[in-house]
């Protein structure tokens, strides 16, 4: 199994951990009312509310901002992918079949993307900084060794990289560049723009991956169940189980 996977599923048990502790938690705040000798069983059900709301207070804003830069990681690596691969595909015409006009309209359009790249590119950089894990850190060792080795050519266009991993755009220079060059640097295999577009694909689904486990971990805190496995509420409420099971 990859590191990426192995890391992935370590993120997924952590979060899943933390579902169970809460719903650990509901279950020992009813077991209290339940020894305190109330047969009301709207007093029990108010007791695992308002545990379950205490529990939820504590946990929202870490899930809440766990999803929150996971959203904004996936989105920006979508559009990461889609620059790269327009980018990738122009021009469709050889370079000696191109008129002036036709050169002239390619120097622009690269130009918008490349801008448009960067921007999106800083924005997956920076959630993928804040929200830290070992998956994201393997993605952004990797994403900071692309530029690297890309470093000499990308800079001639007015392209450098912060410490950070974030880029920094001089688009004077960018301007300058001939259309070969922007072709050789920035439109073909092998380089800085295809590596980060075949990576971001990773980084879209490691996100998924984080939000589908975090939306289920919120869900999961809402429930509290018994020894059985079943709802407290369904026992409580005289449901399919019961604590005899």
Do not use: C
Not at 30 to 44: E, F, M, Q, R
Not at 81 to 89: P, S
Not at 92 to 107: Q, R
Not at 152 to 174: A, C, F, P
């Amino acid at each position: 199994m990859s590191t990426s996977k192995v890391n992935s599923l370590i993120t997924q048990n952590r979060l899943l951990s933390q579902a169970k502790s809460r719903a650990r938690a509901q279950s020992v705040a009813t077991g209290k009312a339940l020894l305190n000798g109330t047969n009301n069983k709207d007093s029990v059900v108010n007791s695992v509310n308002n545990k379950a709301g205490q529990q939820n207070t504590k946990v929202s804003e870490a899930d809440r901002k766990a999803k929150e830069n996971y959203t904004t990681m996936k989105e920006a690596a979508e559009s990461v992918k889609k620059h790269a691969k327009n980018l990738l595909v122009w021009p469709e015409k050889k370079w000696d079949e191109m008129t002036e006009d036709e050169i002239a309209e390619y120097k622009v359009d690269v130009r918008k993307e490349v801008v448009s790249l960067v921007e999106d590119y800083n924005t997956m950089i920076k959630s993928m900084s804040e929200e830290q894990g070992k998956v994201n850190e393997i993605y952004l060792k990797q994403m900071k060794g692309y530029f690297k080795n890309a470093q000499k050519d990308l800079e001639s266009l007015g392209i450098t990289q912060k410490e950070d991993g974030t880029l920094s755009l001089d688009q004077e220079l960018l301007k300058a560049a001939d259309a070969e060059t922007l072709k050789k640097v920035l439109g073909s295999e092998g380089t800085f723009v295809s590596d980060i577009g075949n990576r971001v694909e990773n980084v879209i689904s490691n996100a998924e991956t984080n939000l589908a486990v975090i939306n289920k971990s919120i869900y999961a805190g809402n429930y509290t169940y018994n020894q059985y496995g079943s709802d407290i509420f369904e026992a409580l409420l005289g449901g399919k189980y019961n604590s005899k099971g």
